[in-house]
T-cell receptor, first 113, second 114 residues
């Protein structure tokens, strides 16, 4: 069965520091991978997605993610975190039984001054 | 701007009292989804409509129903809310169903059951 694992429940980084959020997936075929961000009390906003081709994907707000098939990973990175990046981040794989997204449990990001 | 709108943003209901949540979209997408997200958990799909075709997840309780009267609107009906149904309910849309399609989410409705 398809699944997504985000090993880190909560991460705190200093403003200006680099960030990497981990995501591992289990999927039988070529995965369609997504990163969404959710600010408190808000819906989910798409940061970036991977279907095929270049394994390094650029997204909005300065985020990027790299697909590594050999490691079944799709980690999200940002070179310099801003206080406004504090939010919860969800990794998801497309291709559930009804074409729905299967989400990881999320990683909450806190940013300290 | 094209968007997904959910009303109300906050809903308080009483145990057992039916409640309806609303979602509308200006994206003209064919697919509309309802997800349930409990505190500190991942969103979980309840069901979706592909045009007028309703598709229920196997483990969605019978207490949850949905209606899609036209392309733009979709409703989530909870017939007899229990305390365990308190959650954020997210509506999403996509142009087509399937893995590569991007889903666009509304801001959610937070449901409180007293």
């Amino acid at each position: 069965a398809q699944s997504v694992t985000q090993p880190d429940i909560h991460i705190t980084v200093s403003e200006g520091a680099s960030l990497e959020l981990r995501c591992n997936y289990s999927y039988g075929a070529t995965p369609y991978l997504f990163w969404y961000v959710q600010s408190p009390g808000q819906g989910l906003q798409l940061l970036l997605k991977y279907f095929s081709g270049d394994t390094l994907v650029q997204g909005i707000k300065g985020f990027e993610a790299e697909f590594k098939r050999s490691q079944s990973s799709f980690n999200l990175r940002k070179p310099s975190v801003h206080w406004s990046d504090a939010a919860e981040y969800f990794c998801a794989v497309g291709g559930g039984s009804q074409g729905n997204l299967i989400f990881g449990k999320g990683t909450k990001l806190s940013v300290k001054p | 701007d094209a968007m997904v709108i959910q009303n109300p943003r906050y809903q308080v209901t009483q145990f057992g009292k039916p409640v309806t949540l609303s979602c509308s979209q200006t994206l003209n997408h064919n697919v509309m989804y309802w997800y349930q997200q409990k505190s500190s958990q991942a969103p979980k799909l309840l069901f979706h409509y592909y045009d007028k075709d309703f598709n229920n997840e196997a483990d969605t309780p019978d207490n949850f129903q949905s209606r899609r009267p036209n392309t733009s609107f979709c409703f989530l009906d909870i017939r007899s809310p229990g305390l365990g149904d308190a959650a954020m309910y997210l509506c999403a849309t996509s142009l087509r169903p399937g893995g590569p399609e991007t889903q666009y989410f509304g801001p959610g409705t937070r449901l409180l059951v007293l």
